[in-house]
């Protein structure tokens, strides 16, 4: 039997373009000769509808729309995610359709309650060995834990969670024996290295159960802050079958493979390992979809981009150039200006030639489309299309230094973004004078410090956001997940914008990541920023201010961070840990950066719940409305922080 999965890219309940990108699938499926195909969890709906999952009519639409699927389903088996309503509770399901008709809808069994899911909120479980019904319009079809049957293979589900629970408690235990398939749809966000667990739970499950496992994952940001990498994994008592290209930039990508069920195959041994992941070649193609899919959705026209010269501005404005190169590569230079909205169609065509030409590349897939065209012309297309995306601001100050502009405008230059280069000094004299003359007496550093550094950062923010609002672009906020940590960061000044791309990504990954840039993607714009140490250019240049030497070492900071919130640990537990790690360190030292870091994360919860939407790249981020709840208001981990 001819099986695949189709990894798509959905948006929250768009009806007609999750139908279309499902019509699409099938369509290629069809065209391809195969049987079976899975989509992935929710897929009609999207995942990330969040509480219109408790509504009723958004279940009920969805029952209505999946009807539409029912005539492209003759001569295939199809499985489509979409949410059920039973009496007033949510499940989330997968459709069986053959043949015109609906077979019936198995249900999840286990829900993600766990790092950025919040499951249980929206849906219920279903019961193993239950079943139901579902009724429409005079219609009834079987709901739960259900196996169907096709040309004589008999199948099953796991839908995403379900496959992560023990072995001996996941549904594919009650199935082994009864089943020669498992289906697995899932939601499964992208994390760095994630894929390497995927693969192995996949391959483990079809050996321990005696059995082929297909699995499909979606594709791309569908609703702004989670990533899917689109992952398609077939597998057959341990042994790989087909694995695809993750984190395409294709709205549909079908991958089919052919499986003998009347052969036996002798279990894998072992399971054959994957390369070790390239974290930063993964976080670079994430960081690239995310960004894309984001500007699409939003209907925006490009970036702005208030870019100070130091590693994190400088690193937004890389993702933006790789956005470019990396889509119009895969998909073509016109398909990638097309699927944008940011072009009109002569812009397409001077731009990237005939349509036809355009229309064969991206067909052709990454790999032809990327030898269309010489190296030196996709370049310059990159660098044009970069030009209209991408639109760069240097806004200095008496404080700046002249390493930063030369860094500034060095990479903007290089990667062919807009580069603007005004100074702010009139604007902040302004600001002082007010506050001075109502207080009746002059600001100093000695005396108002903070505040004298925060309004450079504040006055920097309306000039920036007035360029985004003029070309209806997202402006790109640049905090890491370091900063936003411990408040390192000034609120609606630098933390001002639409988008905060890498909010999820310490500070040590972004320094060592723009060093990679550097060398292996060839961006030697980037050798000014490479050799600078991070600062905020906010004291006079004669303090020379580093953000180390404000807070702590940052590899440090890292650790703390990881050992309190990840790994869950007290205070005390924070604090022995480093001692025993960090010999070369003074204990009374590190007690200082444990004491400094839980102080100030807890005074800054309030700007962590303000924060601009970032991207979930890593195994976990700060963000409450993600992954970490804290209180605004606490008592600051007083009493622990004084027991050290």
């Not at 408790?54 to 969805?62: C, F, K, P, T």
């Not at 609703?223 to 042994?239: C, M, S």
């Not at 008496?398 to 062919?416: F, M, P, Q």
Request: aromatic fraction near 10%; hydrophobic fraction near 40%.
């Amino acid at each position: 039997m001819r099986l695949a999965g189709a990894a798509l890219n959905q948006i929250p309940f768009d009806w007609q373009h999750n139908l279309r990108t499902i019509k699409e699938a099938l369509d290629q499926a069809k065209a391809a000769g195969v049987e079976l195909l899975c989509l992935p969890e929710l897929c009609l709906t999207g995942y990330g509808c969040e509480d219109l999952f408790l509504s009723d009519w958004l279940s009920a639409e969805a029952l209505t729309y999946l009807q539409q699927i029912r005539p492209w389903t003759h001569g295939i088996v199809v499985c489509v995610g979409l949410p059920v309503r039973l009496d007033g509770r949510t499940y989330n399901t997968a459709a069986v359709l053959r043949d015109g008709e609906i077979l019936g809808f198995a249900a999840k069994q286990f829900l993600a309650n766990d790092g950025v899911h919040y499951e249980p909120r929206f849906f219920n479980s279903w019961r193993a060995g239950e079943t139901g019904t579902v009724a429409w319009e005079g219609q009834q079809w079987p709901i739960g834990d259900l196996v169907f049957e096709h040309k004589g293979v008999r199948f099953g589900f796991e839908i995403c969670e379900d496959a992560w629970r023990p072995d001996d408690e996941r549904p594919a235990a009650r199935l082994k024996g009864r089943v020669d398939l498992i289906v697995n749809p899932s939601a499964s966000h992208f994390a760095m290295s994630k894929t390497d667990v995927r693969y192995n739970l996949v391959l483990n499950a079809s050996r321990n159960f005696d059995c082929t496992y297909l699995y499909a994952n979606l594709l791309g940001n569908e609703a702004g802050r989670i990533v899917y990498d689109g992952e398609i994994l077939v597998a057959r008592n341990g042994h790989l079958l087909h694995r695809n290209q993750l984190l395409s930039f294709k709205e549909v990508d079908m991958e089919c493979v052919d499986v003998d069920f009347t052969t036996p195959l002798e279990h894998a041994e072992a399971i054959a390992p994957l390369p070790v992941p390239d974290e930063y070649r993964e976080l670079n193609q994430a960081l690239s979809l995310a960004l894309f899919d984001y500007m699409c959705k939003a209907r925006t026209r490009g970036f702005v981009l208030s870019l100070s010269g130091g590693a994190d501005s400088c690193m937004c404005a890389v993702a933006v150039a790789e956005m470019v190169r990396l889509g119009t590569q895969e998909i073509g230079t016109a398909e990638f200006m097309r699927r944008s909205g940011c072009f009109p169609a002569e812009d397409i065509t001077r731009i990237a030639g005939p349509a036809t030409a355009s229309v064969d590349q991206a067909a052709a897939g990454p790999k032809e489309a990327s030898l269309t065209l010489p190296d030196a012309e996709q370049q310059r297309q990159q660098r044009e299309i970069t030009g209209h995306l991408l639109t760069c601001a240097y806004q200095g100050t008496v404080n700046s230094s002249d390493d930063t502009y030369n860094s500034a405008k060095e990479l903007a230059d290089s990667i062919g973004a807009v580069f603007y280069n005004w100074g702010i000094d009139e604007e902040v004299t302004g600001y002082v004078g007010k506050v001075e003359h109502a207080l009746g007496r002059e600001l100093s550093w000695k005396t108002d410090d903070l505040a004298l550094q925060n309004i450079q950062a504040r006055v920097r923010a309306p000039a920036i956001w007035l360029l985004a609002n003029v070309q209806n672009a997202l402006l790109i906020t640049t905090s890491n997940r370091s900063e936003a940590s411990v408040g390192y960061c000034t609120m609606d000044g630098d933390t001002a914008g639409s988008i905060s791309p890498i909010g999820g990504v310490d500070k040590d990954f972004v320094k060592k990541w723009l060093r990679w840039a550097e060398t292996e993607l060839n961006y030697p714009g980037l050798r000014y920023v490479n050799a600078l140490q991070p600062t905020a250019e906010l004291r006079p240049l004669e303090d020379k201010q580093t953000d180390e030497r404000d807070l702590m070492p940052y590899i440090l900071l890292n650790r703390i961070e990881r050992l309190a919130f990840y790994n869950r640990l007290s205070p005390r537990q924070v604090l022995a840990t480093l001692v025993q790690e960090e010999k070369d360190i003074d204990s009374e030292q590190l007690k200082t950066y444990v004491k400094r870091f839980y102080s100030l994360w807890s005074r800054n919860q309030w700007k962590r719940e303000r924060f601009a939407p970032a991207f979930h790249l890593d195994d976990y981020n700060v963000d409450p409305r993600s992954w970490l709840r804290f209180p605004i208001l606490s008592g600051g981990f007083t009493h622990e922080l004084n027991n050290l």
